[in-house]
């Protein structure tokens, strides 16, 4: 199974707020695990890559972080939010390069 | 840096126009290659892959595409558009230095009835 499990489906969440967006998923263990932004011209921007337990890389200066705490779980959070943080938010995982599988996503709105 | 250009953000064609998107990359070494379809309020979906061997790449719903490694291209083409074919194409690149996924920034398709 390649099921990737993304929750909230939705959320609008005011500027300055905490976020914590969860992802888990199932299938092998030691995936490759990624958060990607999705955003109207700009495709599918990789925000946070991880190769394992606690292993993080950022791809781009934001005000975004994301944590590994456990194989098959892989979190999005902000201290605080920025309109700016507005966006579509993908989780993935990958086979070992062979292929992406992607979660349903959120959408999220900051007010 | 890594990257992977689409060069056509929005396409419009008429049903049985032929289809060609572009892709190209900015890696060195040995990459995997992909094209990914995302129809309106749905998931991604793998279209093809390439990584190794011929470089005409056949994958579902009639779709295919070239690596052309002397260029750093993988187009995508099809014959014959259909109206079910309305979506949005993802280019991806993994491999060489790396092992990350990166998608380029997309092209949306409208497929005129």
């Known amino acids: 199974s390649q099921t990737i499990h993304q929750w909230p489906a939705t959320l609008v969440q005011p500027v300055g707020s905490p976020l914590s967006l969860e992802c888990t998923v199932e299938g092998t263990s030691n995936p490759n695990l990624y958060w990607y932004r999705q955003a109207a011209g700009r495709g599918l921007q990789l925000l946070f890559y991880?190769?394992?337990?606690?292993?993080i890389s950022s791809e781009v200066p934001q005000n975004l972080s994301a944590s590994r705490p456990q194989d098959r779980q892989f979190i999005l959070s902000s201290k605080k939010l920025l309109l700016s943080d507005s966006g579509f938010y993908l989780c993935?995982?990958?086979?070992?390069?062979?292929?992406?599988?992607f979660g349903q996503g959120t959408r999220l709105t900051v007010v | 840096a890594q990257s992977v250009s689409q060069h056509n953000h929005h396409v419009i064609l008429s049903e049985a126009a032929s289809l060609e998107l572009g892709c190209n990359y900015s890696y060195g070494g040995t990459v995997n290659l992909f094209w990914y379809v995302q129809y309106p309020g749905q998931h991604f979906q793998l279209l093809l892959k390439?990584?190794?061997?011929?470089?005409l790449v056949k994958g579902i719903k009639g779709f295919e595409a070239e690596f052309i490694k002397s260029k750093f291209s993988f187009n995508l083409r099809k014959p014959s558009v259909q109206w079910s074919d309305t979506a949005e194409y993802f280019c991806?690149?993994?491999?060489?230095?790396?092992?990350?996924?990166?998608f380029g920034s997309g092209t949306k398709l409208n497929v005129k009835p």
């Open positions: 390439y990584f190794s061997g011929d470089p």
């Open positions: 991880s190769v394992g337990i606690g292993q």
């Open positions: 993935a995982r990958d086979s070992r390069g062979t292929e992406a599988f």
């Open positions: 991806a690149v993994n491999g060489g230095n790396f092992n990350k996924f990166y």
